[in-house]
């Protein structure tokens, strides 16, 4: 059974500083997504990472993918208060039936950013 | 169209009632779900329909009954909950797996549901 970790759980953090989230999964998979959720509100997709070494930017938020160490992070650089929310990485399962697409979540980081 | 509409956006019904959520998307993808997310929790999966039949059912309470009437349409049946039935209920859609295009899942902003 996949299982998807995150940590930290909670990050409380001030403006202007860089941090890290770290998404560790427990078995092989082809694809890792991370998405933002803000209060009460649906999940927008950030990014997809599609291969080893795979390293994508937008704006203040780097993610990168190892696929050898099933370890995927999400850098913040220079952190502002609009970056406040949750943050999941996902998981697809290796070998998804036809047509389908599963995804475990992992735990979720909350991360608040202080002026 | 890169959206995917639910309605209600909040639904309380009591534990004897029948209601149902909807979704809708007009990007063409073939495959779309139902996911369960309690508060502070991560989503959880709960149905996938591809090309419109079922493919996956994660072992959800018969009181929760999915249908995909057509290919841009996803319903979910609700009858007799329980008050831990509660939570946001989020649909999904994308393209099947098969397509060289698939590569996100795109989300609706979901129904608040709370059970009496």
């Known amino acids: 059974e996949l299982k998807v970790e995150q940590n930290p759980l909670f990050l409380s953090m001030q403006e202007g500083k860089n941090y890290t989230i770290y998404c560790n999964y427990s078995?092989?998979?082809?694809?890792l997504y991370w998405y933002r959720q803000d209060p009460g509100k649906s999940l927008e997709s950030l990014f997809v990472?599609?291969?080893?070494?795979a390293v994508k930017q937008e704006g203040r938020l780097m993610a990168s993918l190892d696929t050898k160490a099933r370890l995927s992070t999400l850098h913040i650089t220079a952190a502002v208060h609009d970056l406040s929310a949750t943050y999941f990485c996902?998981?697809?399962?290796?070998?998804?039936?036809?047509?389908?697409?599963?995804?475990?979540f992992g735990t979720g980081t909350r991360l608040t950013i202080i002026p | 169209d890169t959206e995917v509409t639910q309605t209600p956006k909040h639904l309380v019904m009591g534990m004897t009632n029948k209601k149902s959520l909807k979704c809708e998307q007009h990007?063409?993808?073939?495959?779309m779900y139902w996911y369960k997310q309690k508060a502070k929790k991560p989503p959880e999966l709960m149905f996938v329909?591809?090309?419109?039949?079922?493919?996956i059912n994660e072992s959800v309470p018969s009181r929760f009954s999915p249908e995909c009437p057509n290919s841009s349409l996803l319903n979910l049946h609700l009858h007799a909950l329980q008050p831990e039935d509660s939570a946001l209920y989020l649909c999904?859609?994308?393209?099947?797996?098969?397509?060289?295009?698939?590569?996100?899942?795109?989300f609706g902003s979901g129904t608040q549901l709370s059970v009496l």
């Open positions: 078995t092989t998979s082809d694809r």
């Open positions: 329909y591809s090309y419109e039949k079922l493919s």
């Open positions: 990007m063409g993808h073939r495959a």
């Open positions: 999904a859609s994308s393209q099947p797996h098969d397509t060289p295009t698939n590569e996100k899942l795109f």
């Open positions: 990472l599609l291969s080893n070494g």
């Open positions: 996902a998981v697809r399962s290796s070998s998804p039936n036809f047509g389908n697409e599963k995804l475990t």
